[in-house]
């Protein structure tokens, strides 16, 4: 069926994404919005635009039949849920196939499936996947936490099984921690997900987080598209992905992407998705968990294979085969994306709120900016603190990490703190450009001060380098006045001429 008219159950630079595409393919935009994104830059863009409910997430962005409702009244055919809000809830999946909408995502048995830890692991483990020695069920007794805990060694890292984002999730060194960070990871794990469901895996100490993503189509045909690094983080939070990883060699990259396919299979999956891994030092993997929705971090992908995710999510949705198969994908190139947050990198990432005083996209042959602000708006306090992805690709990873810098120069942002600096700090790093890092990086590497000395080199330069230009001007001045002054008036006149 071919979808005429896409509402889009989301807000901000996901939601703009989404809608280009959706007009390139001649399809109709609807947008939703709480009252405070009245005059958000997607509700301007969009061919329609409806007010559902106050600021709040659970009151406007997480109304699954009030957005259902506006469907409807709007005749839109079709829902895209994003990332993030609605979009891997399998109920609202549901939900949405009962009322006769497509919903432009996967079927809600693999969300439901995939979207507990615990039963995905059961499913992939049929298909001999690596995994992380640790439990198949839910722990809620500390006796039997003890004794899984002692069998696989410690340290061990306990897991809420339906989370992410790293809530419910508690590292435990020594036996005399383990009942203390359960509670804790219990609790928390019900507070964010409603859901007290725990599990033990072992504790990789130092990992790369590297996901492999897949596209499905309902005639069977499922491809990886190579692998994203995602290992510099923050508080198990993506800050900045690349495409491909550094340190993959070739038949690593297509075992990883065969056993991702496999786990996409093990779901019966349909659409656009993303299979999480593990990776410690010796480049052996683990299975760690399947997204079944669009990432963030997609761009980077795209600009590697040439793809837009988008329009191939839309497609399949539409009843579509893939119109390419696994032969025909290649790497092009290299790409890198910065999360650009409202966030003060110098005060251990704490959100920042205020008003975009100046907002300068940085341009260019392999720039990409996806946001959903401009300058003079207000970043609100409801939601996620992203501003904007910042995506270079180029030929070699040297030379991505070299146009990042400059665009990240060129990005010019004031009124909020943001990850900008952070963002530039990593990019000069050794371990970085090396390739020897991990999720650790932060940790290992980063403090406050080492943006301040950044700053100050800069200001440094900036104030050598205008001193230099003033004397060289005031020297060309003194030595020849004269030519300085028909320089002036060759130049009044051109002005005049324009």
Request: negative net charge; contains cysteine.
């Amino acid at each position: 069926m071919k979808i005429k008219k896409l509402l889009i159950a989301n807000r901000g630079e996901i939601a703009l994404r989404i809608m280009r595409t959706a007009k390139e393919m001649g399809i109709k935009t609807v947008a939703v919005y709480s009252e405070a994104d009245r005059n958000a830059l997607h509700t301007q863009f969009a061919d329609e635009a409806y007010l559902i409910g106050a600021p709040p997430s659970n009151q406007s962005y997480l109304l699954m039949d009030k957005i259902i409702e506006v469907a409807k009244e709007s005749n839109a055919d079709a829902i895209h849920p994003g990332y993030g809000f609605l979009s891997e809830n399998a109920v609202f999946a549901k939900k949405v196939q009962e009322n006769k909408i497509i919903f432009v995502g996967p079927n809600p048995a693999s969300m439901e499936m995939m979207g507990s830890k615990l039963s995905a692991k059961q499913a992939v483990a049929k298909f001999n996947i690596p995994m992380v020695p640790g439990t198949e069920e839910a722990i809620k007794n500390i006796t039997h936490a003890k004794n899984i805990a002692t069998k696989i060694g410690f340290p061990i890292l306990i897991k809420a099984s339906a989370g992410g984002g790293g809530k419910g999730m508690r590292v435990v060194n020594a036996e005399n921690e383990l009942e203390e960070q359960m509670q804790r990871a219990q609790s928390e794990a019900l507070n964010s997900f409603g859901d007290d469901a725990v599990f033990i895996e072992k504790y990789v100490a130092s990992p790369r987080h590297i996901e492999i993503q897949i596209l499905a189509d309902t005639f069977g045909n499922t491809v990886y598209l190579f692998e994203r690094e995602c290992s510099i983080q923050r508080r198990h939070q993506k800050l900045v992905e690349e495409a491909p990883s550094s340190i993959l060699n070739a038949d690593i990259r297509k075992k990883m992407g065969e056993d991702a396919v496999k786990a996409a299979r093990a779901c019966a999956y349909i659409g656009a998705g993303t299979v999480e891994f593990l990776m410690d030092e010796n480049l052996k993997y683990y299975f760690l968990e399947m997204n079944t929705r669009l990432q963030v971090e997609h761009p980077v992908t795209e600009f590697i294979t040439g793809l837009d995710l988008v329009r191939e999510q839309i497609l399949i949705a539409e009843g579509n085969k893939l119109h390419f198969t696994q032969d025909d994908l290649k790497i092009n190139g290299h790409a890198i994306e910065l999360r650009v947050t409202a966030e003060d990198s110098a005060n251990n990432f704490l959100p920042d709120v205020g008003k975009l005083i100046t907002y300068r996209r940085p341009q260019g042959h392999g720039i990409r900016v996806d946001d959903g602000y401009e300058e003079g708006m207000e970043i609100p306090i409801y939601y996620d603190p992203l501003l904007s992805k910042l995506i270079v690709h180029a030929e070699t990873r040297e030379l991505a990490c070299k146009k990042m810098i400059r665009a990240i120069d060129d990005y010019k942002i004031t009124g909020v703190a943001t990850t900008l600096p952070f963002g530039k700090f990593v990019m000069q790093h050794e371990a970085f450009l090396s390739g020897n890092f991990d999720t650790k990086f932060i940790e290992k590497y980063f403090t406050p001060d080492k943006l301040q000395n950044i700053n100050e080199d800069e200001e440094m330069i900036a104030a050598l380098f205008a001193s230099e230009l003033h004397d060289k001007k005031n020297k060309t001045s003194a030595n020849n006045p004269v030519h300085m002054q028909e320089k002036k008036s060759k130049w009044k006149m051109n002005r005049m001429n324009d």
